[in-house]
């Protein structure tokens, strides 16, 4: 499984790019999800996002998830080539899965990349 | 060997069903609003039946073969009751000619009415909703028109066990309400100490499925509705597991204040490949004033040897209609005929025979399938369709090779809090041979499973048709046949 | 034992296997208290009986058939059904199979859905139909739910015409209870406005234009309306997407077969009732609604959908398709609760439509329309009544009578005519209005036959 150690996670499955303020699903939630087939981002530019809110509802083949906002901050951009392509969250979770960018977000608080790792190992079944 | 599309096989200039020439003077057609062409396809009534007739040869059925899907009470569905919903009497009466020229139509919906009031013990009875799903909404709404109406506005959480169907959290959300989850504990009863800290003053109620989706009895049903009714809530039952209770137990009596029926399950009306159903709603006393309008009641009462005269009433602060016209008659006329031909004791047959061929079944399974909750079950029961020593077989895979024994798989992957999950429902009309086929069925599949799981993954191997690429029909959506560039070539 | 195989030694053999003792073991979860009620119904009747029972029961009914000429429409018609379709629904392998969840050994029901979605998009000029709703009414009120999912609960507004069915329009209310929607265009006390509200109900739909705005999710109009009016609702989309709301129109499916579609209009949902295609009118129920959109739109379409793809053997093959967007995989944050269709009327519908095909089903089309039309001209012509609005109609049309519809339907019935429906009864401004529908079920002959009877009424 693939767990960039330059971004930051949620328990939810998020991570977050401090350099960019990129965020996005993880490799660990593509998994799970198996074959995705529609993504669509609810929020948009200008927004302010909170923790824990949603910002995209994703469906697979046979289940259903929301992704959540991994950190606060001011939605200063979306990426449109998604809904499209909603294949991309399975092959490049972390490059061009990417689905907000925010500015002004706060990091402290998620999970590093070995934190992360960790969580998913106990998790395993 | 695939059959060919109804637009693949039309050709141009065929004809089929014809219609005569007018026998009145013709008007102008409003050149206007009129379209252009009319992509239907043109095939002769041979190509039609035989089309039809082909398609139905890919179909497993009842009629064909044992269904054991869990929560779907695939029984038999008696020929007589296709007979009686056709009569022309009620085929063919209009939903909104006079009361007076549909008597016979609104007796059997006002017995029907009180037979099923009977035999599940409520006050009142709405027979319009149009299927389980249709009837839990409606459910809801009342609950929340109940509270509503006493000024009670702090009320807008349901507590919905995690076992439910997925139609209790959706019905809950589209009735604006918050879900809240309640566990169940380790014996499959919802756990008591989760629900008392659940309830509280922002509770409509608790949605219930008894016996629940893992085939079990509540073994606190009483207490769980007293905690639930102490601080203010209202309990709905999902009678999808109705078929475990005929002549058993009454929710009403055991303190349900709302309960959907199935007739597409209990009572035996038949599943036409994915409907029609139909949900009517009974509740107590209490609730009776917000069902849905129009029921049928008593507008005259009987003089003499008179029948009283029948026809639609508003209940006083109803919810509204839930569609339009009375619900689905045709499937009350097949549910009517049915309740007639089993009486009180035929009934209650109906559901100790139910219970019978599933705890068979369990009996036979048991030291080579795994049923988490090892208690007498009720009409249905889960097991897990996975072994340690059987990596990568998953109960997909069991479902699968189950068709290669002319079986239809029971209902996978539901209930969600068992991993691997197939629940088995045999229901009352199946003989000991079948069921004993059946576990013979499972019982080599559990072997093959361990000496030969290929034959599990690339199931099915003898059906006309294989594992289908559901990620391709996902992904390249085609939901129609004809391509309006392509018609005509 | 109706229906129930068991010999007492089977049921004897199977307790031991179980280990109880007998029946009444199996059931010691059950509250002794409340344990075996004694059910106070009649006692069983064996199949001769019920079949008895039945058939008298039926005969209590005066039915369209046999008894009566009928002229009521009013949202359920009156049509011809071909004999094939009974005897292909009638088929166990149809009737009796269930949900195609297993699409290995259920090809027939999934290719003949998948028939029925192309069939109905040709109809409607559609680009995606779903496998069916219960009926029209629940089918508008599932449009209205997917107009305000596709607006993420942002726009709060859904216009409504007055020329709506009015159960559909009962039915939209009934859905919305708590959603906070408002609905504008059919306030139910505008009624007692008799001038204000008549004045709408005469207007086609530019009289809902001003009701749009920015907070309006949807527009809802029906194509024929309720009162029989055909209308070109081009103008009325331009200006709805011009407001970024979405029009969604009820149709009649016969009507289809000769007029322009709602799809070439620009309409965003078209959904109606499927009843007048192969099924017959069994009081009001099981009916079939009919929901299709566009594209664009088809994550927020709550229902079953069928998607073709290939099997593992190479074979072109059917499947439920975008199932994550339904009630058992999304739960409480489905669209919708649905979970059924209404699988066998879909399946009634698309043996008919393939029966009549193009030429059959524009010959009842044409039927109705020209049956009508003579109907209306005629009933003109005869002192007291009169032909209430201007505007091109169908197969239904309302008429102005000279004394209150239910004492003309009360010696129409004496006479074996079931009349039109009171449009009185939903509208306080139309007292005295009948809405009158002609199939081609009727003759001449029973035509010519309701005149005299209403040129009588007059004369009393």
């Known amino acids: 499984m693939n767990i960039p150690t330059n971004l930051k996670f949620t328990k939810t499955d998020e991570w977050f790019d401090p350099a960019t303020g990129a965020m996005g699903l993880s490799d660990y939630a593509q998994g799970q999800l198996s074959d995705i087939v529609f993504v669509e981002i609810v929020v948009g530019v200008g927004e302010t996002v909170a923790s824990g809110k949603a910002i995209a509802s994703v469906e697979s083949v046979k289940a259903a998830a929301e992704t959540y906002a991994s950190a606060n901050g001011k939605v200063v951009a979306v990426n449109e080539d998604l809904s499209g392509n909603p294949e991309v969250l399975n092959k490049d979770p972390y490059g061009q899965g990417w689905m907000v960018k925010v500015e002004g977000a706060d990091a402290s608080g998620l999970m590093d990349a070995a934190a992360y790792t960790k969580y998913c190992e106990e998790r395993a079944h | ?489 | ?460």
């Open chain 2, 1 to 489: 060997m695939t059959e060919p599309t109804i637009y693949e096989l039309s050709s141009p200039g065929r004809t089929g069903v014809t219609f005569p020439d007018p026998d009145v003077p013709r008007t102008k057609l409003p050149q206007n609003l009129l379209r252009k062409d009319l992509p239907l396809p043109e095939l002769a009534e041979v190509d039609v039946v035989r089309h039809y007739v082909n398609l139905s040869k890919y179909n497993y059925s009842v009629d064909g073969g044992f269904y054991p899907l869990g929560s779907c009470t695939m029984k038999y569905n008696p020929k007589i009751n296709e007979d009686t919903a056709r009569l022309p009497g009620f085929a063919f009466t209009h939903p909104l000619q006079p009361i007076e020229t549909v008597q016979g139509n609104l007796a059997l919906m006002y017995t029907l009415q009180e037979w099923l009031k009977e035999i599940s013990g409520f006050a009142a009875i709405t027979l319009q909703p149009a299927a389980g799903a249709h009837g839990e909404l409606t459910g809801v709404l009342i609950m929340r028109a109940y509270h509503k109406d006493r000024g009670d506005v702090k009320r807008v959480k349901m507590l919905i066990p995690d076992s439910a169907h997925g139609t209790n959290p959706a019905s809950s959300a589209m009735s604006s309400l918050e879900v809240v989850q309640v566990p169940s504990d380790a014996r499959g009863n919802v756990d008591l100490t989760a629900l008392k800290a659940a309830c509280d003053d922002t509770t409509v109620g608790l949605m219930l499925t008894n016996p629940n989706t893992l085939g079990l009895f509540d073994e606190h049903l009483e207490q769980v509705i007293e905690i639930v009714h102490d601080c203010g809530g209202l309990v709905y039952g999902d009678g999808a597991n109705l078929n475990a209770l005929l002549g058993i137990l009454r929710p009403g009596d055991v303190g349900f204040d709302v309960m959907h029926y199935n007739l597409h399950k209990t009572f035996s009306t038949p599943h036409g490949g994915g409907g029609p159903g139909s949900g009517p709603v009974g509740v107590t006393e209490k609730l009776a004033d917000f069902l849905p309008a129009p029921l049928v009641g008593i507008i005259e009462e009987s003089v003499d040897d008179e029948p009283p005269l029948f026809g639609f009433v508003t209940p006083k602060k109803t919810i509204g209609r839930v569609k339009a016209f009375h619900g689905h008659f045709g499937m009350l006329v097949r549910a009517y005929t049915y309740i007639a031909m089993h009486g009180p004791e035929g009934l209650r047959q109906i559901s100790e025979y139910a219970v019978l061929n599933a705890n068979y079944i369990k009996a036979r399974l048991k030291g080579v399938y795994t049923v988490p909750f090892d208690r007498i079950c009720m009409h249905e029961f889960v097991a897990e369709g996975q072994w340690a020593d059987a990596p990568g077989i998953r109960a997909l895979d069991v479902a699968k090779r189950l068709m290669d024994y002319d079986f239809h798989p029971p209902t996978n992957y539901f209930p969600l809090i068992v991993h691997e999950a197939l629940m088995i429902e045999p229901t009352e009309t199946e003989n000991k041979g079948t069921l004993d086929a059946f576990a013979d069925a499972l019982i080599r599949i559990a072997d093959e499973a361990k000496t030969t799981p290929n034959l599990l993954h690339e199931a099915p191997h003898k059906t006309p048709f294989g594992r289908m690429d559901e990620v391709k029909a996902a992904r390249e959506l085609v939901l129609c046949c004809w391509l309006p560039e392509d018609y005509g070539k």
């Open chain 3, 1 to 460: 034992m109706t229906y129930i195989p068991h010999s007492p030694q089977e049921r004897d053999e199977m307790l031991a296997a179980i280990g109880v003792k007998s029946l009444e073991d199996l059931f010691k979860d059950i509250p002794a208290r409340h344990r075996f009620p004694k059910l106070d119904l009649p006692p069983a009747l064996t199949e001769m009986e019920a079949a008895a029972e039945l058939g008298e029961l039926s005969t209590g009914n005066e039915n369209v058939r046999t008894d009566l000429v009928s002229f009521l429409g009013a949202g359920a018609y009156n049509h011809y059904i071909p004999a094939a379709v009974d005897h292909i629904l009638r088929r166990g392998e149809f009737y009796t199979a269930y949900t195609p969840y297993q699409p290995e050994i259920s090809q027939g029901t999934l290719q003949a859905i998948f028939e029925y979605q192309s069939l109905i998009c040709a109809l409607t000029g559609m680009e995606v139909s779903n496998a069916s709703h219960y009926d029209g009414a629940t089918a508008v009120a599932e449009a209205a739910n997917m107009a305000y999912a596709q607006f993420r609960g942002k726009r709060k507004r859904v216009v409504i015409s007055p020329t709506v069915h009015p159960q559909y329009r009962e039915t939209m209310r009934t859905y919305i209870q708590g959603m906070g929607l408002e609905l504008a265009g059919d306030d139910p006390k505008a009624n007692r406005s008799t001038e204000r509200s008549r004045r709408s109900l005469d207007a086609g739909p530019e009289a809902l234009e001003g009701l749009v705005d920015e907070n309006t999710a949807l527009v809802i109009v029906q194509y024929p309306d309720f009162f029989g009016r055909v209308y070109d609702f081009t103008r009325i989309i331009e200006l709805a997407h011009g407001k970024g709301a979405l029009v969604c129109v009820a149709a009649n499916p016969t009507a289809l077969a000769l007029f322009k579609t709602p799809g070439e209009m620009g309409a965003d949902i078209v959904v109606g009732e499927g009843q007048p295609l192969g099924i017959p009118l069994s009081f009001g129920g099981p009916y079939l609604g009919f929901f299709t959109t566009r594209k664009q739109y088809i994550h927020k379409m709550a229902g079953r959908l069928v998607g073709e793809t290939v099997d593992n053997r190479g074979q072109r093959a059917f499947v439920l398709t975008l199932t994550a967007r339904e009630q058992h995989i999304k739960r409480e944050r489905a669209i919708s609760n649905i979970c059924s269709n209404q699988g066998l009327m879909a399946l009634a519908a698309a043996v008919y439509l393939s029966l009549l095909g193009q030429t059959g089903l524009r010959q009842v089309a044409e039927l109705c329309y020209h049956k009508a039309h003579y109907t209306a001209e005629k009933i003109s012509k005869v002192k007291g009544y009169s032909l209430c609005f201007e505007a091109p109609f169908f197969h239904e049309f309302s008429v102005c009578c000279p004394r209150p519809v239910a004492e003309i339907n009360e010696t129409l019935l004496e006479h074996g005519f079931l009349g039109g429906y009171d449009l009185g009864q939903d509208y306080s401004s139309l007292k005295d209005h009948m809405l009158i529908a002609v199939t081609e079920m009727n003759t001449k002959d029973e035509i010519d036959g309701l005149v005299d009877v209403l040129a009588e009424v007059n004369h009393d």
